[in-house]
């Protein structure tokens, strides 16, 4: 539970004052334009004092978050935006410009938010480049409460939250990441930020991955931020040197209330040294949860112990959970419950006498998977899994089997000689080439590269400019699914990164984006395709080279 102190200290000095706003929250909405938006619009707009909006539970496309994002301009005493599961059933590549439009509204407002959620909006790293420009502007220098869980993330993704919050100071109280694969990498990024805020009273970052390195990282900025009341890592790989890693920063935690480190991996090590950090720097914990570490007897009892040293224990204690663990026999656990008392949840028949023994009480060594640390990065997950296959090359799919082929050699070195060589309907050519791919996200990247191959040769060749235009018509008509096409294109543009690093463009950019220019505003292109692409060459005009900004700034139509 999070309390909002201003909050209450305006209820104490305000008695008689209420929070006024606009809740829309789960009437499943789904929002495609201006017109669908029409009763949220109104709504803002007949709110005089609008502290709150709230639109969890709806689906808003970019069209109709604009229009939301107009009323909102007018309101600066916003104070709460509660957008989390906003965005069911878009596309990936159209919640950045969406996210985007409302920062834009509240920015032009001049609004000093306090607690922004956008939990269990599945937007990846590119959603966090729509939110960047918001979390950097003064909108968010009073954000006190920032709720992220389940976003999908990543590392990369982590790594621009980081550089986002670090743009300016920033004193948040609440942080919540959970469920975002942030690994080791997301975490050591975020830690930099913790440390240097420094006002942190809750930090929740459960099932990210994240190993030992990553929690020691997060260990030293947990010194940083004495306040913290509230911590909670559970299903992460902490182990027994992660473990030693919190212990080392108990002695600067000395408001710390509450813990979850349930399914860590501690085992008795981790567990004694935790035990030995509260029971040394008088950490008087009033929840803990260390269920489900393989811990042994002896050590849960060294847990109990020193949860139950100091006096007033049995009144400051409501939630100790040891479930899942070696507890012993039904002597111990009595002894167990004896000490303390109702808020011990010890789950009888979880734990047996002899269940891990043979090394509950000798497990000083990390288990093999964690010495192997991370075991595999986001990009090997992906490729292994099939999440993200958007990122293979071509050189690492079934898309070209025999190099020897035209088209192969083509794709392989896509100069005017070789696509000339693959006659007068090389577009055709090269789709009934490429359909040989079963997996969707695979075969829309292969199309797209083979786009840009052909797209870059079009400022040399006619016939190479009408390929182009016909293959751009292919690609968007074997597109079941929009996101995969936009984040193949973003990639393939340069307008986003690939996060495999064996990605190589092999195209003349500025050429694609003659091509695109004049294919962007015909019927057949998606509307949401087009404002996604828009977003982001607006977004990344001022780092584009010289050959390709100059292209694009003769075409507006690209960029507004």
Same mark, same amino acid.
């Given at each position: ?48 004092? &609008? ?96 709720? &992220? ?284 080439? &490429? ?15 083979? &786009? ?109």
């Amino acid at each position: 539970m999070s309390f909002d102190l201003n909050a209450i200290c305006t209820a104490l000095n305000e008695p008689n004052r209420t929070v006024s706003g606009v809740d829309f929250s789960g009437r499943s909405l789904k929002l495609d334009n201006e017109n669908d938006a029409q009763p949220i619009v109104n709504a803002i707009n007949a709110c005089p004092d &609008l502290e709150y909006l709230t639109l969890t539970g709806n689906t808003l496309g970019v069209e109709a978050a604009r229009a939301i994002a107009k009323a909102l301009a007018q309101h600066p005493e916003l104070k709460t935006a509660r957008f989390s599961d906003m965005f069911t059933g878009r596309m990936k590549t159209e919640i950045p410009p969406a996210l985007s439009a409302l920062g834009d509204g509240m920015i032009e407002a001049g609004a000093r938010l306090s607690i922004l959620d956008l939990s269990d909006n599945a937007f990846g790293p590119i959603g966090v480049e729509g939110l960047a420009k918001l979390l950097q502007s003064d909108v968010c220098s009073q954000l006190q409460e920032l709720r &992220l869980n389940n976003n999908g993330l990543g590392i990369t993704g982590g790594r621009l939250l980081a550089k986002a919050l670090s743009a300016n100071p920033r004193s948040l109280r609440v942080f919540i990441a959970g469920r975002n694969r942030l690994e080791n990498e997301g975490a050591k990024a975020l830690a930099g930020v913790f440390r240097s805020m420094g006002t942190l009273e809750e930090i929740a970052m459960p099932q990210n991955g994240i190993y030992h390195v990553g929690i020691a990282a997060l260990s030293e900025a947990l010194k940083h931020n004495p306040r913290l009341a509230r911590l909670n890592l559970n299903d992460n790989t902490v182990g027994p040197r992660g473990a030693a890693a919190l212990a080392a920063a108990l002695p600067r935690l000395k408001n710390l209330k509450s813990i979850n480190f349930g399914d860590c991996l501690l085992k008795s090590s981790g567990a004694r040294a935790l035990a030995q950090g509260l029971k040394e720097n008088s950490v008087l914990l009033e929840s803990v949860d260390l269920s489900h570490n393989e811990i042994g007897r002896e050590a849960c009892m060294e847990v109990v112990d020193a949860l139950t040293a100091p006096p007033d224990s049995a009144e400051r204690l409501t939630r100790v959970v040891l479930a899942g663990n070696s507890l012993g026999g039904a002597a111990n656990k009595q002894t167990m419950k004896s000490k303390l008392g109702p808020s011990a949840e010890l789950s009888d028949g979880e734990g047996s006498e002899d269940e891990y023994v043979s090394g509950s009480e000798d497990d000083d060594d990390e288990s093999e998977q964690e010495n192997s640390e991370d075991s595999a990065t986001e990009d090997a997950q992906h490729f292994e899994t099939g999440l993200d296959t958007g990122n293979v090359t071509l050189e690492q799919t079934d898309i070209v089997k025999e190099v020897e082929t035209d088209v192969g050699k083509f794709l392989h070195e896509p100069t005017l000689d070789n696509l000339t060589k693959l006659g007068s309907n090389a577009a055709d050519v090269i789709d009934v080439h &490429l359909q040989s791919i079963h997996d969707p996200e695979s075969l829309i990247h292969a199309y797209v590269e083979a &786009l840009c191959c052909v797209s870059g040769l079009s400022a040399d060749s006619a016939s190479a400019a009408e390929s182009a235009s016909r293959l751009f018509h292919t690609v968007v008509a074997r597109a079941k699914q929009q996101w995969p096409l936009a984040n193949a294109l973003l990639r393939a543009l340069q307008l986003i990164k690939s996060e495999n690093k064996d990605y190589k463009v092999r195209w003349r950019l500025s050429s694609c984006y003659l091509v695109l220019a004049k294919q962007i505003d015909e019927p057949y292109f998606p509307n949401a395709l087009r404002d996604t692409l828009k977003f982001f060459i607006s977004s990344k005009m001022a780092t584009f080279p010289g050959e390709v900004k100059d292209i694009v700034e003769k075409h507006p139509n690209l960029y507004t």
